[in-house]
């Protein structure tokens, strides 16, 4: 902390790397900000590079929730630099500290954090979070496909994902993935905000080839995403597991997580054995474990095959059969064995399966 030439304390100030550390965004995307939209640093300091005060944080926090919340970035920068901070760090502080002073200030409110907000230049300031009608004003509604991808009628929050999952910055998926777990469960956060953002990337790369590595990073994040939420999961009820798998050659196993997840918060059990299973493995898992149920999944039409189900061992306690995923829609499946629809009624059948008197 330096002393200026009256005797008072200066402000500290940080370095780019230490405010992209503090952000969880690269380096590079804090110069980007600031070159294209001016929410850099906004004074110097002794030596050659300039640094950023509580204030340029606060701008950086408020842009960057923005954009978690479906803004454009253009907007989001807009948004962050028309409110006026108050002068005092310690309120800066308290204003970045509580993000529910953004959802009211935008919605009109005027209580507890959002009282330190002002805006600059505009008597009416923009409202990019949170509308009377569900959309975010201030963002161009013919942009809603996230800059990128096309998602129609998606959520805000999906809008969110895909724009985290663009950039590559594992921290903001993480940020949405866990306010969308824990504000509306794992089937809606895995039908209304995931699978959208999943399908437009495979649109994406079937139509232009492009953006595998964007898909890779996002799939490592929802299992973290969802894996967190697993641990979290009550005690099991049921004394014999449920065993989750792809059929041989099946190399999509991210469907298992989500379906893993719903039946761990219902007190289920699970033994998740991940991607392309060989036959051999399964029986040997099937004898050792003797599974309540197993459900198989298969996203290809030439991995599903329904003679999977004959090298399984027979069992003294009965084992409920499934399947699971698009691959088995043109299987003649045997009488014995279901298939799940989607996760919900998926997560209903096993649990009614696995503990009847639930």
């Given at each position: 902390m330096g002393t200026g030439s009256d005797g008072v304390h200066e402000e500290p100030r940080l370095t780019v790397a230490a405010v992209a550390s503090r952000l969880g965004v690269a380096p590079a995307t804090l110069?980007?900000?600031?070159?294209?939209?001016?929410?850099?640093?906004?004074?110097?300091?002794?030596?050659?590079?300039?640094?950023?005060?509580?204030?340029?944080?606060?701008?950086?926090?408020?842009?960057?929730?923005?954009?978690l919340r479906g803004a454009s970035p253009a907007d989001a920068a807009r948004y962050a630099l028309?409110?006026?901070?108050?002068?005092?760090?310690?309120?800066?502080?308290?204003?970045?500290?509580?993000?529910?002073?953004?959802?009211?200030?935008v919605s009109g409110g005027r209580s507890g954090a959002a009282e330190d907000y002002e805006y600059e230049g505009e008597e009416n300031p923009p409202l990019l979070i949170?509308?009377?009608?569900?959309?975010?004003?201030?963002?161009?509604?013919?942009?809603?496909?996230?800059?990128?991808?096309?998602?129609?009628?998606?959520?805000?929050?999906?809008?969110g994902l895909s724009r985290a999952a663009l950039a590559m910055d594992a921290d903001a998926i993480q940020q949405v993935l866990a306010k969308a777990l824990a504000e509306d469960?794992?089937?809606?956060t895995w039908d209304e905000v995931i699978r959208p953002v999943l399908c437009a990337l495979a649109e994406r790369w079937e139509?232009?080839?492009?953006?595998?590595?964007?898909?890779?990073?996002?799939?490592?994040?929802?299992?973290?995403?969802?894996?967190?939420?697993?641990?979290l999961a009550p005690p099991p009820r049921n004394p014999r597991p449920v065993l989750l798998a792809c059929v041989p050659e099946e190399q999509h196993s991210l469907p298992l997580y989500p379906l893993s997840c719903s039946l761990a918060l219902n007190g289920v059990s699970v033994r998740r054995l991940g991607a392309s299973l060989p036959i051999d493995a399964l029986a040997a898992a099937a004898r050792r474990l003797a599974p309540a149920a197993v459900v198989l999944w298969a996203h290809l039409p030439r991995n599903a095959d329904a003679s999977v189900f004959d090298a399984l061992p027979k069992t003294r306690q009965r084992t409920r059969l499934f399947v699971g995923g698009p691959g088995w829609a043109a299987i003649d499946l045997p009488r014995h064995v279901q298939h799940l629809d989607d996760l919900s009624t998926g997560t209903e059948r096993v649990v009614r399966a696995v503990n009847p008197g639930a």
């Open positions: 110069r980007t900000w600031d070159r294209r939209y001016g929410l850099g640093p906004s004074g110097h300091t002794s030596g050659r590079h300039r640094r950023y005060g509580s204030k340029d944080i606060a701008r950086l926090e408020l842009m960057q929730r923005a954009l028309s409110v006026r901070l108050p002068a005092s760090p310690a309120r800066v502080e308290r204003v970045a500290a509580h993000p529910v002073g953004i959802e009211l200030l949170s509308g009377g009608d569900g959309g975010p004003l201030g963002v161009d509604r013919g942009r809603q496909g996230g800059r990128g991808l096309k998602l129609p009628g998606a959520s805000r929050t999906a809008r469960g794992v089937v809606s139509h232009a080839g492009v953006g595998v590595e964007i898909e890779r990073l996002l799939s490592e994040e929802i299992i973290v995403a969802l894996s967190r939420v697993i641990a």
